[in-house]
């Protein structure tokens, strides 16, 4: 997978990942045709784009587009499939995912995508993991800040 | 504490973002808040860097610019704290990229942290490094990794694996490395950790023949055994996709085992069971049994023959293919492109229905389908075919059109079974879409139908009724206008009519109508015009009735604001008035195009390059555009009629003309024997170059050049071959000799066996001498070869020396490279040069030539001149 992208229906984006190097102007460019291309195709069509010698396989969730290019001989149902099982994942972190959520927790949306995706290669095929993964650096991080309220609680307190 | 820093949170300022109406407002917005940014930036503030951060990846996200926010990632990764890493190593991983040079900086942490107690921080590191690694840095922390290979936790492993992907990817000396520790991945239980090391596995395959001769080896029985056990295994809830147990990990070994499988009989013995397993057990109503299946397919069409499969695979397409889901059928389609080269017959089967995919309403099967008939086009089905896809161009798509009519043509021109079949197919793709065909395709046309003499009549006719149907397309008005001009008397005439053609009455006014409409047509561009008026210059000649209204119309394009057409038409004019006796002569009919050559020329789009010329003191006769787009026959026209003031025109021109070929042709098959696809090249030339009927035409004068001058056409390929002749001369010789046999009248005999000539002084002055030797190929007396011996009489050595020597017109005369430029001084050394000399009028008139030698002596020019007259009058 070259790069990953989530595209509203209006061409705004909302994820954007690249594995493989391009440059920011470059990246602009292919947001642009790509958002172009996907947009316009009406919904009864297959879910695969080509090119610039490659493949783009999106998928549509409500108003949101989410897109992954791969090379010509690559498995783009599976891809499909790579797509669903992130939707998914989404979905149960977030308790029915929408556009706001990963609008606001953009963030976590990468931790997310992180998770399941490294160097463009899948990394896990079970749900369960992923979220385990998620879950237990979510409470280092929670336990961190309750440990610099804390500490900074105190702080304030021996300043007053 | 600054006050501008961060008083709003992440959220207060996404959301004040997307409360703005305008785009104004919004850069606006993010003006402020990059400002705050940056003074925090400057302040060093500690408390809010990771809040503004994530503020500067949403911004960056938006597509403003944020390389002042690189720093700060690199300083919340060094920070000790989880948080702080954790969102430092994601704005490391959006907003740099590998080509970032602040990256080398970020390698010392990233190796602290890969050496870190805790996994999380150590899987951060591996996911930055895995995404963003340099092949610097892939090289100076590939040893962290590979130990983490054997962490304890396979959470950490799994990345590890697929870190390794990057890092082998950036430096593929590092593969074997890895190739231990893989084997020991695969076989582990943990999903995760098997899905990775696949991968992984896979590509040290693709790096390394060793590591895949290793992994074939060693691995494949347990990968086989691995995918029997997910096939078979029972309902597992955690890695379930809609009823199948881990599809990913399914497809991942089926792509292994093809890598494994491909070329190697033993290795797809082994996988032959489970892949039929596979390809009969896995559901096909699902997405991802779907995606098992064409993975499957495509693993049974790259390993090592096995018809059952085959036959297995090629029914899962045929359902594929017939299913209603687009995507499926879509994925069908590409898959029938790759077994096309391995079962042929099985993809004909489903032509029918791939030719309705053509005609599909989504663009992306229309275009694989039309890719898919491309390849499956042959002689015998090239006709049905033809017709379907031009019946379909009637009502395709406008943006469909520019493919489809490329595919067609391209067809066309490879498979047509004959000439007349080529132009009415032509005509009629030109006639439906001849706005989106390419420039090429109408020249190929007009190729075809110049040497298609016993169809011009027919060509012009269907033509002319062309243009009145589709006057609007601009393909057909070019080829129209051309044929026209050409053959309008053929047109006038009802010449050389065929039997299925319906006669029609054209007057001559008629046809000069047409032309008056294209050229009045106020879509016509430039071109299109100015073929108009050299049509209608050559029908001023044809039909001397019309003349004074052709002149009218010519001087239309007087006042033309383009100079082209200003000065065509004002040139033509004067023609028309002035020089009634010339006319004729200059608007004969166009020679017959060289088909071989134009598709040469079109196959290697390189510009012809001089570059064979190889040091020859040869300079162009005047006037002649040394330009590659130039057509042949003018530069051969010209040529042959040269009065040869400057020696060997004509053989050179050959020489320069099939040297553009030698070089784009060799070019263009990337083969590492030019001289030979030269000589083939040329063979081609010379042997198409004889068209039946071809008195006069200058295509005629250059055969007869190489016909005359057999000797001369070899030893310019011999001199441009010269990689071939340095190492045997005699053989390469002979050997090309051999492909001229095919028209050359003498046959191919040694040289030695020719009568002996003596020698002769043929130039002395005080400062250096001449001598030539000569020697003649027995069967062609008309041709005779010199060596030319330069020998230098003063002190003082010559450079930069030049022979150059002009004949009259009854002689022609090829010049090879000299032996040097340089003539050491007081007869120390000499200089040779190759000269052959063609008499036409050999017996009645001796041999006699102007020499002109120009050196530099003490950094001097010096030029010396003179004639040679005193050749025996039998050589």
Not at chain 2, 102 to 110: A, F, I, K, Q, Y
Not at chain 2, 464 to 482: F, L
Not at chain 2, 533 to 562: E, H, M, T, W, Y
Request: glycine content about 6%.
């Amino acid at each position: 997978i070259h790069f990953v992208l989530s595209i509203s229906r209006q061409g705004k984006v909302r994820l954007t990942k690249w594995y493989s190097p391009y440059s920011q102007k470059e990246r602009s460019k292919v947001i642009r045709e790509l958002s172009g291309m996907i947009l316009t195709r009406g919904p009864k069509l297959c879910n695969f784009v080509e090119w610039r010698g490659f493949k783009v396989v999106y998928k549509r969730y409500a108003g949101l587009y989410f897109c992954m290019c791969i090379n010509q001989e690559d498995n783009e149902l599976e891809i499909l499939e790579i797509i669903q099982y992130f939707v998914e994942t989404l979905n149960r972190y977030f308790g029915n995912v929408c556009e706001l959520d990963l609008i606001f927790h953009f963030h976590k949306t990468y931790y997310i995508l992180d998770e399941i995706l490294i160097a463009g290669e899948l990394q896990e095929s079970s749900q369960n993991t992923v979220h385990r993964l998620i879950d237990a650096q979510d409470s280092l991080v929670e336990a961190a800040k309750e440990e610099e309220n804390t500490v900074s609680y105190i702080i304030a307190q021996v300043a007053n | 504490m600054n006050p501008f820093s961060s008083e709003t949170r992440l959220r207060d300022m996404i959301r004040a973002i997307r409360a703005c109406k305008t785009a104004a407002e919004e850069r606006a917005v993010v003006r402020k808040e990059c400002a705050s940014i940056r003074a925090a930036v400057s302040d060093n503030d500690n408390d809010y860097r990771h809040r503004n951060l994530a503020k500067l990846m949403f911004i960056h996200m938006l597509g403003y610019p944020t390389h002042f926010g690189q720093m700060e990632c690199l300083k919340l990764i060094a920070a000790p704290g989880f948080p702080e890493k954790r969102i430092g190593y994601l704005g490391l991983m959006l907003l740099l990229d590998e080509r970032q040079e602040v990256l080398m900086l970020v390698t010392n942490s990233l190796k602290q942290d890969l050496n870190h107690t805790n996994q999380y921080i150590v899987g951060l590191a591996l996911c930055a490094l895995g995404n963003i690694s340099s092949a610097e840095m892939a090289r100076d922390l590939a040893p962290e990794v590979e130990r983490l290979l054997q962490f304890r936790d396979p959470n950490v492993r799994k990345k590890a694996a697929l870190c390794s992907i990057r890092i082998i990817k950036k430096v593929p000396d590092l593969a074997e490395n890895f190739v231990n520790p893989v084997a020991s991945l695969l076989k582990e239980k943990h999903h995760g950790v098997l899905l990775t090391a696949i991968q992984l596995c896979a590509d040290l395959c693709t790096v390394s023949e060793e590591a895949l001769e290793y992994f074939r080896k060693k691995c494949t029985e347990g990968l086989v055994k691995v995918l029997k056990d997910a096939v078979n295994s029972p309902y597992a809830p955690e890695y379930d996709i809609s009823g199948i147990a881990d599809p990913f990990l399914q497809i991942k070994l089926l792509r292994i085992l093809r890598i494994l499988g491909h070329g190697d009989a033993d290795a797809s013995d082994l996988m032959n069971d489970v892949l039929a397993q596979v390809a009969t057990k896995t559901e096909s109503n699902k997405n991802a049994g779907n995606a098992i299946l064409y993975e499957c397919v495509e693993t049974i069409m790259s390993i090592e023959d096995s018809g059952g499969l085959r036959v297995l695979a090629i029914n899962i397409l045929g359902r594929f293919l017939s299913n209603r889901d687009n995507n499926i059928r879509y994925v069908a389609l590409n898959m029938l492109m790759r077994a096309i080269s391995v079962d042929g017959q099985a993809v004909q089967r489903h032509r029918a229905t791939i030719v309705e995919c053509v005609k599909d309403s989504d663009a992306s099967i229309r275009k694989r389908a039309l890719e898919l008939v491309y390849l499956l086009v042959n002689e015998t089905n090239v006709k049905p075919l033809t017709k379907e896809l031009i019946d379909y161009l009637e009502v395709s798509d406008q943006d469909f059109k520019g493919d489809l009519t490329a595919k067609i043509c391209s067809i066309v021109e490879k498979l047509s079974p004959e000439k007349i079949w080529y132009i009415d197919r032509m005509l009629k793709v030109l006639c439906e879409a001849g706005n989106y065909v390419k420039d090429e395709v109408w020249h190929g046309l007009i190729v075809v139908i110049t040497n298609a003499t016993n169809l011009h009549g027919y060509t012009v006719r269907s033509l002319y009724r062309a243009i009145q149907t589709s006057g609007d397309q601009e393909a057909v008005v070019r080829v129209a206008v051309w044929c026209i001009g050409e053959y309008g008397d053929l047109l006038v005439n009802n010449t050389g009519m065929l039997d299925l053609e319906e006669p029609i009455t054209v007057t001559e006014n008629d046809a000069v109508d047409v032309i008056e409409a294209a050229i009045k047509r106020h879509t016509s561009d430039l071109s299109t015009r100015a073929m108009c008026l050299i049509a209608l210059l050559k029908l001023s000649s044809r039909f001397p009735s019309c003349s004074q209204r052709i002149k009218d119309i010519v001087n239309q394009s007087k006042g033309s604001l383009l100079l082209e057409l200003q000065q065509r038409s004002i040139e033509f004019d004067s023609i028309i008035e002035k020089h009634q006796n010339l006319r004729s002569a200059l608007v004969e009919r166009m020679p017959v195009l060289d088909e071989a050559t134009y598709s040469g020329r079109r196959a290697g789009s390189l510009p012809a390059v001089d570059s064979t010329s190889q040091g020859n003191p040869l300079q162009m006769p005047n006037g002649i555009p040394k330009t590659a787009a130039a057509p042949l026959l003018d530069l051969l026209d010209l040529s042959a009629d040269e009065p040869a003031p400057q020696s060997s025109s004509g053989p050179n021109f050959l020489q320069d003309l099939l040297g553009g070929d030698i070089l784009s042709t060799a070019s263009q098959s990337g083969t590492t024997h030019p001289q030979k696809s030269g000589t083939d090249v040329l063979l081609d030339l010379l042997s198409t170059g004889s068209p039946p009927a071809q008195n006069g035409s200058s295509t005629a004068d250059i055969l007869s050049i190489s016909q005359d001058n057999n000797k001369t056409s070899v030893s310019a390929l011999n001199s441009l071959s010269s990689p071939m002749v340095t190492s045997t001369q005699n053989s390469s010789a002979s050997a090309i000799m051999d492909l001229l046999d095919g028209f050359g009248p003498s046959p191919a005999v040694p040289k030695d066996n020719g009568p002996a000539y003596p020698s002769l002084v043929a130039f002395e002055s005080n400062s250096l001498s001449l001598v030539f030797n000569f020697s003649k190929q027995p069967g062609s007396p008309q041709i005779t070869e010199i060596e030319a011996t330069f020998t230098n009489k003063s002190s003082d050595n010559y450079k930069d020396f030049i022979f150059q020597a002009a004949v009259p017109k009854f002689l022609q005369l090829h010049l090879e490279p000299a032996s040097g430029n340089t003539l050491p001084a007081s007869g120390n050394g000499s200089i040779t040069q190759k000269l052959r000399v063609t008499n036409n009028q050999h017996g009645k008139k001796s041999i006699i030539m102007r020499i002109r030698i120009s050196y530099k002596s003490n950094n001097k020019d010096m030029l010396e001149e003179g004639q040679i007259s005193n050749i025996p009058r039998d050589l």
